[in-house]
T-cell receptor, first 112, second 113 residues
């Protein structure tokens, strides 16, 4: 089944404790991205990647890092999480030749 | 990417057609109209997209006006599971914002028995 998976689905952590949210897709898509969703602000793009070893900032990249060492994986790294990063996070992917973007199930992160 | 305007909320009776409007009066010639929906806090789900012509797939129909300044998403026989937030997005798939979908507030569609 074609899908985007994210782990963990739920995470409660404390300020300053480094964490990684994994994202993996099995569709051989070139393009992958991370969004965060907050009430009243909609979905905002954090980072995106056009292909392996090619990443770039989205609209709200501060406090986040990403890497794209393999085509299927695009982890989101929070080196020193803060409470304002409490949010619902979505990973997405698409193929260059196809317009549909596939989203993962979401990761609900709470930073205390 | 062009901005879109959608009603905040709509209601629909189960089994009836749900018609969700979207205004995108500043759309440019190479921008597509996309529709996604989000059920509860799940990941957004692609529904349909179009450029000029009307489109239909197994989920919905998309009607785009001749001047392309507005469109309507039609769910022909709404079910309770269609209750969701529906987003109309204007997107240039080949432009410099490649891949980035700009989600507005969307329309909360409530399907009731």
């Amino acid at each position: 089944e074609a899908q985007v998976t994210q782990n963990p689905r739920y995470l409660i952590t404390v300020t300053g404790k480094k964490l990684t949210v994994t994202c993996s897709q099995n569709m051989n898509h070139e393009y992958m991205s991370w969004y965060r969703q907050d009430p009243g602000l909609g979905l905002r793009q954090i980072y995106y990647s056009m292909n392996v070893e090619v990443t770039d900032k989205g609209d709200v990249p501060e406090g986040y890092k990403v890497s794209r060492k393999e085509k299927r994986n695009f982890p989101l790294i929070l080196e020193s999480p803060s409470p304002n990063q409490t949010s619902l996070y979505f990973c997405a992917s698409r193929a260059f030749s196809y317009n549909e973007q596939f989203f993962g199930p979401g990761t609900r992160l709470t930073v205390l | 990417d062009a901005k879109t305007t959608q009603p905040t909320s709509m209601d629909c009776a189960e089994g009836r057609a749900a018609n969700l409007p979207c205004n995108h009066s500043t759309i440019s010639g190479n921008e597509y109209v996309y529709w996604y929906r989000q059920i509860h806090s799940q990941g957004p789900q692609y529904i349909i997209h179009g450029l000029k012509n009307n489109e239909t797939n197994e989920m919905a129909s998309l009607i785009i006006t001749e001047d392309r300044k507005s469109s309507t998403l039609i769910l022909p026989h709404a079910t309770l599971r269609d209750t969701a937030v529906y987003y109309c997005i204007v997107f240039n798939a080949g432009g410099t914002s490649y891949g980035k979908l700009t989600f507005g507030q969307g329309t909360i569609l409530t399907v009731h028995p």
